[in-house]
């Protein structure tokens, strides 16, 4: 099989959802991924891809608040739901503390994988205000990252922990 | 970036509509639940559906029941939600392990029960890119007539991947599956799956999972290993599920109890999961120890055949079987 | 686990260009990046986030023969079909390219021949990215397919065909052989004598992000190229050369890289087509790899074959060694001459070695080409010279960090192969780690199954010569000021996440005694930046920060007189320092920094500085003599400590000690991260990360996938403890030397080395596997050596060695005249 387009396009669907707290309307074809909708339709290009085949962990957003892989949802089933990317997490100017944290102790080299690690550590801490090391390995397995070697990460997710749970 | 190639998509609103939806569209259709097996292999123009039928908003699929001490888990639980369901994760320690052992935990949450016991078959001359498939010629399994791992072979070899599989063989649980037809049966997991890599399922292609039926918790054991170069991610390439009951019952200490019942299953090494019946033989009647232990696993890897098409030397592979089945059943005693 | 740090005693001793004993603001200071706020809040854009308007997209049809004669490509059919815009053959641009001077050897599009499987051999342009890729498969190809050179020995055995028509002969792309004494003379006076054959396989860069380029191209008649790149300045000259175009009418802005390690250092492919098609449209054209293209540019580590011959007095003083490397190249040349002699020389920079002989040779081969990794050339032989150490060690019985200890390459020194050695704190780094690691207490007295390892390495702080040789500086920076007190820095060097950006703002703070976060920082723009030459050979921090540190101590000093001036004081008298300039006998008297750069500009006119760049010439007079000079070498020592499964031959490796002789660091909290994620990549190369083919099915990448090429995940990373040391070097900024690959190299060796020690046996073939380790552990059980790896090297016709004396037999870095050789 080598036509590569399978069929004729079918008809696009209109998509509602909410990204970042705003409601969108948005004619999709049924084969547009979450993470095409984000970075083509929508021009929200915080989220980051590495392979689209769910193999690296860099496109991932939250959808209705659980950490998921833009790259294998559909836009088309995102309908009704709520979208957060990276491009939500900070309030006007005032970062999300994990944000804050990241920049600070360096959890960002190049800053490609950062979107992902960022919205699944968010993730991480509604579910566990204090996570110990070893929760933080396993929370985010699903998150490659080249420059870092993790470190600065975990470092960073503390910071931030402990910040919002107002320890000093 | 990589796309998926065009395909009609459909939300059916019951069961029922989803298998009729199937049935209409025959093989140019899929089921879809987390679409973390369907879609990396749509894009890589594996699969090639005309109609991707979406059936995770199914509610029904949704459940975990008890019926009379059995437990029904539903077909559509994510993964992570079936490692962190408190019962499964209790009772059914080894599912529940083998469920937490799949990929990484972003794809937990979107995988489901159903679709991992239903995975395609793995083969690293097949899951490649079209281009990269072209630069071999491709294969039988899709677009060629050849199987590269083996090139005499009348049958594809490709690895049945699934780390809950082995697991539901060796539990004896049911699968559940209901027809466009309507109707709706219950097929041992044993009976389930079938030693081809390319119709590796004995399910008709129209019938939905809906649902898997656990045996009630009456004092057997489980447990399930996993081979695989690292800690998330990657697949199994050698997966060993053992299921061992007492013959005292009721969980008391099995110390000296001999063994009433007992299954071991490899996952990984065929294009299913397969019963080691001699490890069976080797534990049954005797109370579990180190020598019938090493008994069973001597048996399992005499049966076992890897093939050189997933990461880590065939070699490696079998010689693994050996240790990885030892301590699986160390795990239950 | 924790990831406690620890740095060194603070080091405010600065003996840079900087006033010496002035304590530091900035420098040294663990602040963020400038760029870290937009990295975190998703603003920063990559070269795929960037969209023109009425952009056109382009995919590339690659070769699916490993190596064919390309017959004829029919574009017709894809060129017949809505949305598609524009094709592109080899035909169209014919004009060969390529990183080095010597070897240009790459087409934009194939011409005549497929070297690898993913050659690019033809492009399409298109409304939009699906339609290119259906386009794609709509063209018609007819290869011809040519037998394939499968890897080292075929590339030595092989010589038709040819895969290249250059190169010393067959598919033999380079030869080296270099003598530096009497290497046999050596080995006489040995009491010991070792000789090994190790195998390193290649491995990738994976960078997150897959290339991506953006052209267009203005009504004008200038392009512009946005791109992925570590080099803008390369492709700049690549562009020009190819499209036949004035080198001023182009102009190539390096996006931020999301990682590149060296895998984006060559001038690529993708960008000079979409180049040309947007010259082709007048539109602007995109390109982005997809994870299975970016495994074909690879440029990646050469898998490398080595024989390392070692002599040694009792106390493990080396007499004499005898190095040979055969390098499987891969389909193109790229940086592979360098890469070549890269593999022969540091071995003399850590430890005494009184006579060397260098033989290397590089092969062609059809798969993707191999070129600068992180370590350029260097980890291979790293890691050989470091197993065989830990060997020796264990032959003298002594304590392989005492045997390193004992034999230092001392500082201030010329190297046998005349590289001249600055500050050397390779010796402080192995005490620390030494007692950090409670190593004397753990080296083989830890249980079976868990074992310690030790090794070390070095690495240049940017290369002493450039590619393109020329009397010009290797980095200029520009600094204007204005009345606002606004500053602004503009260099060509590129951000590939190492923080280069902020290095530049952190100098120029210093010295004009500002906010670094007030500062412009301009970067990678061939239009508006002054050349640098890129982000490769760790070169940036150096260059750059000398560039800059001399940029701005003039702007200083135009200010300062113009505030002495003012102040009636002496200009020796004025402090730059927190944002104001003033008498330094009494702080209250002076100006806000935009002020007393008024009165500067009042004084002199506008205010603009430059600075630049040029590495100190190296002592060697020969051929060759340009790989392997630099103004600085940095040190790092790491140990080890891992458990090896005996049942399953799996490693896992739990901590880390690592120490790094910086110099002085610029900004620890940056050079931590650049030796926590050196560490993390060499646990990959160590254990896991491999680029293999598969021979019996026409050469395909075997595993061209995120998910089957290992890179390890947070459970496989381990604990990492990193000590700074701190000893500036004179030709750093502020002491600075580099932090960005040198901490790799000891990573590999030291895991072979703790798996002897956990399990007794030798895996003498990166990756350390567990497959491999528990192959040798059978052996073993069996009576047999319990030892994985090659066990010949090939028989190579080196020619006749270009003989120098080494400095202590009277050399002065000259080869000896035929003459002198027949004596
Ligand atoms: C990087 C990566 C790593 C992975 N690692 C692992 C691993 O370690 N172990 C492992 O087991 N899997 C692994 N997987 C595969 C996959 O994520 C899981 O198997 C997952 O459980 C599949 O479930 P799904 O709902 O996403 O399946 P889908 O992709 O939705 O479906 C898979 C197949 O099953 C069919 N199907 C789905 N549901 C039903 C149903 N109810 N009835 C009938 N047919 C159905 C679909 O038609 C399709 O053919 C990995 C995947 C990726 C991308
Ligand atoms: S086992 Fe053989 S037929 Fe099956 S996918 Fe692999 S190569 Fe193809
Ligand atoms: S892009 Fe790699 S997981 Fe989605
Ligand atoms: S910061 Fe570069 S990949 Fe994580």
């Known amino acids: 099989m080598s036509d590569h387009r399978v069929i004729p396009e079918p008809p696009k669907t209109v998509l509602h959802m909410k990204v970042n707290g705003v409601r969108i309307e948005e004619a999709i074809r049924p084969h547009k991924t979450l993470l095409e909708v984000l970075r083509e339709d929508l021009l929200l290009t915080g989220t980051k891809h590495g392979c689209e085949l769910g193999e690296c962990g860099t496109c991932a957003v939250l959808v209705d608040g659980e950490p998921v892989l833009s790259c294998l949802v559909l836009g088309v089933a995102c309908q009704g739901k709520s979208v957060e990317t990276v491009e939500g997490m900070a309030n006007g100017p005032e970062l999300h503390p994990l944000q804050e944290a990241f920049a600070e102790l360096g959890a960002a080299q190049c800053g490609y994988c950062t979107p992902g690690f960022l919205l699944t550590a968010k993730e991480l801490l509604d579910r566990d205000p204090d996570p110990s090391r070893e929760t933080m390995i396993a929370a985010l397995a699903g998150n490659l990252c080249r420059c870092t070697g993790y470190l600065k990460i975990y470092e960073a997710i503390e910071l931030a922990a402990a910040r919002m749970r107002g320890v000093k | 970036m990589l796309r998926l190639p065009n395909f009609h998509y459909h939300v059916p609103a019951t069961v029922a509509e989803a298998v009729a939806l199937k049935a209409e569209h025959g093989p140019h259709a899929s089921y879809v639940a987390g679409g973390t097996d369907l879609y990396p292999n749509m894009k890589r123009r594996q699969q090639e559906p005309h109609h991707v039928i979406q059936i995770s908003q199914l509610r029904e699929l949704h459940e975990v029941r008890d019926e009379g001490g059995h437990v029904r888990v539903g077909a559509g639980l994510t993964l992570t939600a079936v490692h962190q369901h408190e019962r499964i994760a209790r009772d059914y320690h080894a599912l529940a392990e083998a469920a937490e052992s799949v990929a990484t935990p972003l794809l937990r949450n979107m995988g489901t029960l159903g679709g991992n016991l239903c995975l395609d078959t793995r083969c690293n001359y097949y899951d490649q890119s079209y281009e990269w498939r072209k630069g071999i010629n491709f294969c039988m399994k899709k677009d060629g007539d050849i199987c590269w791992v083996a090139k005499s072979s009348p049958k594809c070899l490709a690895v049945s991947s699934t780390d809950t599989a082995p697991v539901a063989v060796a539990l004896g649980a049911a699968i559940e599956v209901t027809s466009a037809k309507g109707e709706t049966r219950r097929i041992p997991a044993g009976d389930f799956f079938r030693n081809d890599g390319i119709d590796y399922m004995k399910k008709e292609h129209d019938e939905l999972v809906t649902s898997i039926h656990l045996p009630a918790p009456n004092g057997w054991r489980s447990s399930y290993m996993k081979l695989r170069r690292r800690g998330s991610f990657d697949f199994p390439v050698l997966g060993v599920a053992v299921f061992v009951k007492f013959a005292n019952a009721k969980g008391a200490a099995a110390k000296d109890a001999p063994v009433e019942e007992a299954r071991v299953v490899l996952g990984a090494v065929f294009s299913e999961p397969t019963i080691v019946h001699g490890a069976a033989d080797a534990l049954v009647g005797r109370p579990l120890t180190k020598e019938s232990i090493e008994d069973a696993a001597e048996a399992a890897f005499k049966i076992a055949k890897p093939m050189d098409n997933t990461d880590y030397l065939l070699s490696y592979r079998k010689e693994m079987v050996m240790p990885f089945t030892k301590r699986a059943l160390l795990k239950v005693m | 686990m924790s990831a406690k740090r620890s740095q060194n005693d603070g080091g405010a001793s600065s003996r840079g260009s900087h006033r010496a004993g002035e304590p530091t603001r900035v420098v040294g200071k663990p602040l963020r990046k400038v760029d870290a706020t937009d990295k975190v809040t998703g603003k920063t854009l990559f070269a795929d986030d960037l969209v023109r308007p009425r952009m056109l997209y382009c995919k590339l049809l690659r070769s699916h023969l490993p190596h064919a004669t390309i017959k004829n490509i029919d574009l017709g059919p894809a060129l017949a079909m809505e949305g598609v815009v524009a094709g592109l053959t080899g035909a169209e641009m014919p004009i060969q390219f390529g990183i080095l001077p010597v070897s240009q050897d790459e087409h934009a599009l194939a011409l005549d021949k497929a070297r690898f499987i993913g050659d690019p051999i033809a492009a399409i342009c298109a409304e939009d990215e699906e339609t290119a890729e259906a386009a794609i498969h709509a063209i018609k190809v007819e290869l011809e397919p040519l037998p394939t050179i499968t890897g080292i020995e075929d590339g030595i055995k092989i010589d038709e065909p040819r895969i290249h028509d250059y190169g010393t002969r067959g598919n033999v792309h380079k030869v080296v052989n270099l003598q530096f004494g009497d290497v046999e003379a050596g080995f006489a006076e040995a009491d010991h004598v070792r000789d090994d054959v190790i195998f390193f396989e290649g491995n990738t860069h994976l960078p997150m992000e897959q290339h991506a380029s953006l052209a267009e191209w203005s009504a004008d008649r200038k392009l512009t190229l946005w791109s992925s790149t570590q080099t803008p300045h390369y492709v700049h000259r690549a562009l020009a050369k190819v499209l036949e175009m004035p080198a001023a009418r182009v102009r190539v802005i390096a996006c931020p890289n999301g990682g ?564």
């Open chain 3, 260 to 823: 590149g390690f060296g895998g984006k250092s060559d001038p690529f492919n993708h960008e000079i087509v979409v180049a040309k098609f947007a010259m082709m449209t007048g539109r602007p054209v995109k390109v982005t790899l997809t994870r299975e293209e970016v495994f074909y540019c690879h440029r990646g580590r050469h898998p490398v074959l080595m024989r390392i011959k070692t002599g040694v007095k009792k106390d493990g003083a080396i007499t004499g060694m005898h190095f040979q490397s055969a390098l499987d190249g891969g389909a193109y040349g790229s940086y592979g001459v360098a890469s070549t002699f890269y593999t022969g020389a540091l071995q003399t920079v850590t430890y005494k070695i009184p006579r060397y002989h260098f033989q290397g040779i590089r092969l062609f081969t059809n798969k993707a080409p191999c070129g600068p990794k992180r370590g350029h050339g260097t980890p291979q032989p790293r890691h050989a010279l470091e197993v065989q150490l830990d060997k020796i060690a264990e032959d003298l019985k002594m304590d392989p960090a005492e045997i390193r200890l004992k034999h230092l390459t001392p500082p201030d020194s010329v190297t046998a192969n005349y590289l001249k050695i600055g500050s050397m704190g390779l010796g402080e780094c192995i005490r620390k780690v030494v007692a950090g690691s409670d190593w004397k207490n753990k080296h083989r007295k830890l249980p079976y199954g868990r074992g310690v390892g030790i090794a070390c390495s070095s690495y240049l702080s940017g290369a002493g010569l450039p590619i393109y040789w020329n009397h010009m500086p290797h980095s200029g920076v520009q600094l204007k000021l204005d009345r606002s007190g606004g500053v602004a820095v503009f260099c060509g060097s590129t951000d590939i996440g190492q923080g280069s950006d902020s290095v530049l703002a952190y100098v120029v703070a210093e010295v004009l005694g500002i906010d670094p976060f007030d500062i412009r920082v301009v970067t990678a723009d061939t239009d508006l930046t002054p050349v640098d030459l890129g982000s490769y050979s760790s070169r940036v921090t150096l260059m750059t920060g000398n560039a800059a540190l001399q940029a701005a101590e003039r702007a200083r000093e135009l200010v300062a007189k113009a505030v002495a001036e003012k102040l009636e004081a002496k200009v020796n008298d004025i402090v730059f320092a927190d944002g104001r300039v003033f008498r330094a006998s009494n702080p209250d008297e002076g100006y806000s920094f935009a002020k007393a750069v008024q009165y500067a500009e009042a004084k002199f006119g506008t205010i603009g500085t430059v600075g630049s760049y040029t590495p100190p010439r190296s002592p060697g007079r020969f051929k060759g003599a340009g790989v392997g000079p630099s103004p600085a070498y940095s040190y790092s020592a790491a140990v080890v400590e891992l458990d090896v499964d005996p049942d399953t031959g799996a490693p896992q490796v739990h901590k880390i000690w690592i120490g790094h002789d910086i110099g002085k660091s610029i900004n620890p909290l940056l050079v931590e991260g650049q030796v926590e994620g050196s560490v993390y990549m060499g646990l990959g190369e160590a254990i896991m990360e491999e680029m293999v083919y598969r021979e019996n099915r026409n050469m395909v990448h075997k595993i061209p996938s995120m998910l089957e090429y290992k890179s390890p995940t947070t459970f496989e990373m381990c604990d990492v403890e990193t000590y700074l040391i701190e000893d500036p070097d004179p030709n750093g900024p502020f002491g600075a030397k580099e932090a960005g690959q040198g901490p790799l190299l000891p990573i590999m060796p030291a895991v072979a080395n703790a798996v002897y020690d956990a399990v007794g046996v030798r895996i003498d073939e990166i990756p350390v596997t567990a497959e491999k380790i528990r192959r040798a552990m059978r052996d073993k059980e069996r009576g047999r050596e319990g030892r994985f790896g090659p066990t010949k090297f090939p028989d190579v016709d080196w020619g006749d060695p270009l003989v120098v004396p080494p400095p202590w037999e009277g050399g002065d870095g000259k080869p000896l005249e035929e003459e002198a050789l027949k004596k």
